[in-house]
């Protein structure tokens, strides 16, 4: 039997089409951190990470990247395994029966506040996503999309400790509380050297921003 290869690849852009339009009207009540561009970006990273490490398919590797904040339960109506069970069906009405229920549980195991983890964590989209995914919070990027989620949550852009020393809940506290622990949680050795100069913005900011909200007492570093 002869393979039609231009028939394969035109199956995956239109396999990725359809994967588009169902993760665009999934998110679009999501705030515009979480935005479409988010996901490109994501994208963009997680293929330049493989493009070094060569560690997954790109296929599936962008399929998951495109389709990995379709179940976000912070801005879902519905129940998050509703949400992953209808990704699930999209994979399976699109030829991917076989790929399906890896590719859904690498895309559960993304989330940072994922704490249920199962199946294989050594997946290597999961691993390359994961990164892509983080490198996307910190770095200027990352400053401007917690501002904006702060804003969207009407949260306090920074409140000074008190006496205790403990920080109350606060957009530069999410600097502390997660942004700042990324780069010791990439998986992949591109990634952990993407993200060295993406902290040391962070770094910058921080310092800046210290030295700006109080100009007499100088440049006091919390962490
Ligand atoms: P994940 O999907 O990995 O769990 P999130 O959905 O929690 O990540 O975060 C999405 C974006 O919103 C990130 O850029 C993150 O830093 C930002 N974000 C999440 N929670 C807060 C918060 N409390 N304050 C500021 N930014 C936040
Ligand atoms: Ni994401």
Redesign the pocket.
């Known amino acids: 039997m002869q393979v039609d290869y231009k028939e394969i690849i035109m199956d995956k852009q239109k396999v990725i089409r359809n994967a588009e339009d169902f993760a665009k009207e999934r998110m679009k009540n999501y705030?515009s951190?979480?935005d479409w561009w988010?996901i490109e970006r994501v994208r963009k990273t997680a293929a330049c990470i493989n493009s070094e490490e060569h560690l997954a398919d790109p296929f599936l590797l962008d399929l998951a990247a495109i389709l990995?904040?379709a179940a976000?339960f912070?801005f879902l109506k519905t129940e998050p395994e509703k949400a992953y069970a209808s990704m699930t069906e999209l994979l399976n009405e699109n030829g991917l029966k076989a790929e399906s229920k890896t590719l859904t549980e690498a895309i559960k195991n993304?989330?940072?506040?994922?704490k249920k983890r199962t199946g294989n964590l050594n997946d290597p989209v999961l691993l390359i996503l994961q990164d892509a995914?983080?490198l996307?919070?910190i770095g200027a990027?990352?400053v401007a999309?917690?501002?904006?989620?702060?804003g969207f949550?009407n949260?306090a852009i920074y409140i000074p400790p008190d006496e205790t020393g403990i920080l109350a809940?606060?957009?530069i506290?999410?600097f502390y509380?997660?942004?700042l622990k990324l780069k010791d949680l990439m998986n992949t050795s591109t990634g952990k050297r993407m993200a060295e100069d993406r902290h040391a913005f962070l770094e910058r900011f921080l310092y800046q921003f210290y030295s700006e909200w109080d100009p007499q007492s100088g440049k006091e570093f919390i962490y």
């Open positions: 705030d951190g979480h988010h990995h904040d976000d912070k993304v989330s940072f506040s994922n995914d983080r996307d919070a990027m990352g999309r917690a501002f904006n989620y702060g949550r949260n809940p606060s957009t506290g999410h509380e997660k942004l």
